[in-house]
């Protein structure tokens, strides 16, 4: 099973960024999926989640009113669309899947399928 991460890249502070993750098996299609990332020298943290159907959203309290998390079913598609980006944004987001799980439990668990990442970088 893959989670793939394209888009991201270099923004100045204010602009806009969009990522996406799209997952190599139909099984996702059923799982509650999200965005994590890690800036350097920090933990890595939750950022937002959808489950299944896109009938559910989570977002962290960093990032909400600004991010919006979708998702396309038909193409086991999952996009972050980050808005009025600041310099403390910048960080590798990882694409994940949680499985059976509601959107705000993603925050607070591991989930068990990642991406490798991909690079956001928001200057100032």
């Known amino acids: 099973a893959q989670l793939v991460e394209s888009g991201g890249g270099l923004v100045q502070a204010g602009g806009s960024l969009r990522v996406s993750c799209e997952a190599s098996?139909?099984?996702?299609?059923?799982?509650?999926m999200g965005w994590f990332r890690q800036a350097p020298g920090k933990e890595r943290e939750f950022v937002a989640a959808i489950t299944a159907g896109g009938y559910h959203t989570y977002y962290s309290d960093s990032v909400r009113g600004r991010f919006t998390i979708s998702r396309d079913d038909s193409t086991i598609t999952i996009t972050l669309q980050m808005n009025d980006l600041k310099p403390e944004d910048t960080a590798v987001y990882y694409c994940a899947a949680g499985g059976y799980i509601s959107a705000r439990a993603m925050s607070e668990t591991q989930p068990p399928y990642w991406g490798l990442g991909t690079q956001v970088s928001v200057s100032s």
């Open positions: 098996e139909r099984t996702f299609e059923h799982f509650t």
